[in-house]
């Protein structure tokens, strides 16, 4: 039973498409997060929600656009898809106190 | 400007040795710090963390020590087992993670030689 599930775990599109990512936990958590692993393995925090509201924005390009419908849901559109935007991107939940982090399989998004 | 740095790409041990995983940090505001373990094609897993108000914590065969002093936690496996093959990434975090905002270092690749 999977605590924090993505879809789809990969993505192939074209330059200038748009395209979403979901995301679901099943924890009762009421935080999520997405994060962005790029090509160097570097992982960053792009947004977290708190009960569907936003709380964190880590300066990424307004073509991403994050929607929390429920606080077990948070999905990523990402608009206007440039080749820098190939990565994995990491759906994450964390509890009260948000220490530890629950991520789920992440997303392989390439894009040609 | 990395905040969380772990210096070592990859590290070889021989099972049943001890595996030690290095982490330095920049920002005195942290104050939890947190390792994870990463498996490919999986999301990272949450392995063990440490409050700055201790140096020390203690789960099985993971040991993590933090020196606030110098800016520096390590991660200690032992004894090292095949399964423990994978990247490790340390975490860290302000305000006991109130921002909910976890920094994460570069990765550590461990790869345990039967």
């Known amino acids: 039973d999977t605590a924090v599930s993505q879809t789809p775990k990969y993505l192939v599109t074209q330059m200038g498409n748009d395209k979403s990512i979901k995301c679901e936990q099943n924890?009762?958590?009421?935080?999520m997060y997405w994060y962005k692993q790029d090509s160097k393995k570097f992982l960053k925090i792009m947004f977290s929600y708190n009960n569907k509201e936003l709380i964190i924005n880590e300066t990424v390009p307004n073509r991403f656009s994050p929607k929390s419908p429920d606080k077990a849901h948070l999905n990523l559109h990402i608009n206007s898809l440039e080749l820098g935007d190939s990565a994995v991107y990491f759906c994450?939940?964390?509890?009260?106190?948000?220490?530890?982090?629950?991520f789920g399989p992440g997303t392989r998004l390439t894009v040609l | 400007d990395q905040q969380v740095k772990q210096n070592s790409p990859s590290l070889s041990v021989q099972e049943g040795r001890i595996s030690i995983l290095n982490c330095d940090y920049t920002?005195?505001?942290?104050?939890?710090f947190l390792w994870y373990k990463k498996y490919p094609a999986e999301g990272p897993t949450f392995l063990i963390s440490i409050s700055s108000i201790k140096d020390k914590n203690e789960d099985g065969r993971f040991t993590v020590f933090l020196n606030k002093s110098a800016k520096h936690l390590s991660l200690h496996i032992v004894p090292s087992q095949p399964g423990d093959s994978a990247v490790y990434f340390c975490?860290?975090?302000?305000?006991?993670?109130?921002?909910?905002?976890?920094?994460f270092g570069t990765g550590t690749l461990l790869a345990v030689q039967p």
């Open positions: 924890l009762g958590h009421d935080t």
């Open positions: 975490a860290a975090t302000e305000n006991g993670g109130a921002t909910n905002k976890l920094i």
């Open positions: 920002n005195s505001m942290f104050d939890y």
């Open positions: 994450a939940s964390s509890g009260a106190g948000g220490n530890e982090q629950f």
